[in-house]
């Protein structure tokens, strides 16, 4: 069965550094999604993507995330300057149509020391 | 925040089906109810959804209540491995745009032997 792919499972950084978050979307699919789960709390939605841009995004996504697909199958979130509140489950999604189930990956667990 | 309502926990005997209920007295016409489950941290996995129709799947039913203000998840035969908490989640995703979904706090469903 297709699977969402994230890499890497696990990342430890230094306050104020940068991170790149990468995921492998099921190869058929046109939307794209980055959630994140801080440890207890809710699973929080934070972008869409959709035909090489951002359809939606949330109060989260702010000047501190990107997101790009730089080829054909990576999907990459970009935090810069990364701040202990960042800590957290970082969750990539794709789904093949709007209106159809979205997959998600297994994660990947950031923490921010 | 999250437009549904769910009981925060529930157990189950081994065996026995699963009730999950799930209340969204606000949705409206075009409103789909989709159906996840997160077990144990891991990524959240899709179940079920509908519009108005009852939906059967290899997985679960879903009952929807003729006026959709309610609904219920049924997994028929209840495993261990179905401890988790599950996420009735409603939205409209026509137009394309995109398929964010809102979790909620879900339902801790734990299995008994």
């Known amino acids: 069965e297709p699977e969402v792919t994230q890499t890497p499972s696990h990342q430890v950084t230094q306050m104020g550094q940068e991170v790149i978050l990468r995921c492998v979307p099921i190869s058929n699919h046109l939307y794209f999604y980055w959630y994140r789960q801080i440890l207890g709390q809710k699973v929080e939605f934070l972008v869409s993507?959709?035909?090489?841009?951002?359809?939606?995004k949330s109060e989260i996504f702010d000047d501190q995330f990107s997101v790009e697909r730089p080829d054909g199958s990576n999907f990459t979130l970009k935090i810069r300057s990364t701040k202990l509140e960042d800590s957290a489950m970082y969750f990539c999604?794709?789904?093949?149509?709007?209106?159809?189930?979205?997959?998600f990956g297994q994660g990947t667990r950031l923490t921010v020391v | 925040d999250a437009k549904t309502t769910q009981p925060p926990s529930m157990d189950c005997a081994e065996g026995r089906a699963a009730n999950l209920p799930c209340n969204h007295s606000t949705i409206s016409g075009n409103e789909y109810v989709y159906w996840y489950r997160q077990i144990h941290s891991q990524g959240p996995q899709y179940i079920i959804h509908?519009?108005?129709n009852n939906e059967t799947n290899e997985m679960a039913s879903l009952i929807i209540t003729e006026d959709r203000k309610s609904s219920t998840l049924i997994l028929p035969h209840a495993t261990l491995r179905d401890t988790a908490v599950y996420y009735c989640?409603?939205?409209?995703?026509?137009?394309?745009?995109?398929?964010?979904?809102?979790f909620g706090t879900g339902t801790l469903l734990a299995v008994q032997p």
């Open positions: 989640i409603v939205g409209t995703f026509f137009g394309g745009a995109t398929n964010k979904l809102i």
């Open positions: 509908g519009l108005k």
């Open positions: 999604a794709s789904s093949r149509t709007s209106l159809t189930e979205a997959f």
């Open positions: 993507f959709y035909n090489n841009e951002i359809s939606e």
